[in-house]
């Protein structure tokens, strides 16, 4: 079996491996330019949330390659909701069955990705080299543009050299209205082993989602679909914000199963009555 996989940036690598293993899709990379649903660089606006996206990407994939499945991913990078001083990234995948009606969704997440800019007119050189190295050069990429965004002046991806990285800080820096230029980390799965690396765990989550039937109505893409908290101290029973119960149900009967955490209990080290 053929499945599309709609993406620019060389995702069959770590897409391709579980899908085949545990599926025995096959995936075909069609030509489709999936710059059109957003850019991390900000030329094109993300036309709705990734979780979203995801889908109308395959879409697009199965549609240019003439396939009734299909598969894409899409990575999210923002503050973490309860962290706001971590970068958290997630990172959806989704496959799309329209023989059997079916889309099932998956997605990884992680806090070691090296999602960060920083604005500079190129005069501390120290601070732009510390800068390139926390990214990761020259096993991740950069992307440069100027600080305010001027017609015509496309961002610079895809740098991996200091002197490349030199020379067009100078350029978009001169090209901004405030002198100075953005710096951040190329996002492009193919320009960032860390973020492929979650894609591949996204993947391996999706092929397993999609391997499991509902116990109901048999339909693939039985698995979790949300976490109740509350375990019970071992203590004294209060409640904690430790996962008690995983809900795992069925995308298309609507089968719910409640499984309790083992062990039951939490450690009174996380307790708010025991360790306020
Ligand atoms: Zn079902
Ligand atoms: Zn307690």
Redesign the pocket.
């Given at each position: 079996m053929v499945a599309s996989l709609a993406t620019r940036h060389g995702k069959r690598v770590a897409l391709g491996p579980p899908l085949r293993r545990h599926l025995g899709l096959r995936l075909r990379v069609p030509e489709v330019d999936t710059d059109a649903l957003g850019t991390f660089t900000g030329e094109i606006e993300r036309p709705g949330p990734a979780e979203q996206v995801v889908v109308a990407k395959a879409r697009l994939g199965m549609a240019a390659a003439g396939c009734a499945v299909g598969v894409a991913s899409e990575g999210s990078f923002g503050p973490h909701p309860s962290l706001p001083w971590c970068s958290l990234q997630v990172e959806y995948v989704a496959l799309v069955d329209d023989r059997l009606g079916l889309v099932v969704r998956e997605r990884a997440t992680s806090l070691a990705s090296n999602h960060a800019e920083l604005l500079t007119d190129g005069r501390d050189r120290g601070e732009l080299l510390q800068f390139a190295r926390r990214t990761g050069l020259p096993g991740h990429a950069v992307t440069v543009a100027p600080a305010v965004p001027v017609p015509g002046a496309a961002p610079v991806k895809g740098i991996v050299r200091v002197p490349a990285l030199l020379a067009a800080v100078a350029a978009a820096a001169t090209a901004s209205p405030d002198g100075r230029a953005r710096v951040a980390a190329d996002l492009r799965a193919h320009h960032n082993p860390r973020r492929m690396a979650v894609i591949a765990e996204a993947g391996r989550r999706l092929a397993r989602r999609v391997a499991t039937p509902c116990p109901d109505c048999a339909t693939p893409g039985f698995g979790l679909v949300a976490t109740h908290p509350g375990l019970p101290?071992?203590?004294?029973?209060?409640p904690?914000d430790l996962v008690a119960e995983r809900v795992s149900g069925c995308g298309s009967c609507g089968y719910r199963r409640v499984e309790p955490v083992r062990p039951g209990a939490?450690d009174?080290g996380v307790?708010?009555?025991?360790?306020p």
């Open positions: 101290c071992a203590a004294c029973g209060t904690t939490a009174p307790c708010p009555h025991c360790n």
